[in-house]
């Protein structure tokens, strides 16, 4: 019944480095894909977002890789930072969202 | 704008007792939804409102949930009776534009159930 799958679970990256987490979703219907970054004790907050007409989108250092046929996207986090350290979650739906597992992503100094 | 203003933050209880978790869209938001995160089922989705109408709950895992939107304003989660088994960390989220859109969380409330 999981409708997105997310991986991996967790994710260690030297400062400087390239995080990738991917995603898969089922439901060809879904036209939202946004990815949300959590801190420890705080709820999640959007980090960026794609909607199935592009194949990329960037913001700073992070961008979203989206492939349609494959139903399959991630997030590419450029020159990782420490501070990126957090859980990351990639999400699909249409009014609703069906969120994946979550990554967590340790980035050392 | 506040964000979304979810209350308690904290609650602690003994199974078999009643919870209510209240939450506070943010202001012109129309849509409303409930989450539950665990560390074994991660972000689950119980229930979302649109318009202040219950849209889908088929996430409410059983008839000891429901939740309530009596204005634009408020919703309220209810556990009745409570079990160890809910313990988790329940968050509320409002969007504002119709159709998939960016979803604002609110700070989550972290119920134990005893």
């Known amino acids: 019944q999981q409708q997105v799958k997310q991986s991996p679970q967790s994710l260690i990256v030297q400062k400087g480095g390239i995080s990738i987490i991917n995603c898969a979703y089922e439901?060809?219907?879904?036209?939202?894909f946004p990815w949300y970054q959590q801190f420890p004790g705080k709820g999640p907050a959007l980090l960026i977002a794609i909607r199935p007409d592009v194949s990329e989108k960037k913001e700073g250092r992070f961008t979203i890789s989206f492939n349609k046929s494959a139903k399959q996207f991630s997030l590419h986090i450029m020159d990782s930072q420490p501070g990126d350290s957090a859980t990351y979650f990639c999400?699909?739906?249409?009014?609703?969202?069906?969120f994946g597992a979550g990554t967590r992503l340790t980035v050392k100094p | 704008d506040a964000g979304v203003i979810q209350s308690p933050r904290h609650e602690v209880t003994e199974m078999g007792q009643e919870v209510t978790l209240r939450c506070k869209p943010i202001s012109g938001h129309n849509s409303l939804f409930w989450y539950r995160q665990t560390m074994m089922r991660g972000l689950e989705l119980l229930i979302y409102?649109?318009?202040?109408?219950?849209?889908?709950d088929s996430g409410m895992p059983e008839d000891r949930f429901s939740a309530k939107m009596p204005n634009a304003s408020f919703s309220t989660l209810k556990i009745q009776p409570s079990e160890p088994r809910d313990s988790a960390v329940y968050f509320c989220?409002?969007?504002?534009?119709?159709?998939?859109?960016?979803?604002?969380f609110g700070p989550g409330t972290r119920l134990t159930v005893l």
């Open positions: 999400a699909a739906g249409n009014n609703d969202m069906r």
């Open positions: 989220a409002s969007s504002g534009l119709a159709g998939a859109s960016e979803q604002f």
């Open positions: 409102f649109n318009n202040n109408v219950p849209i889908d």
């Open positions: 439901n060809t219907a879904f036209d939202y």
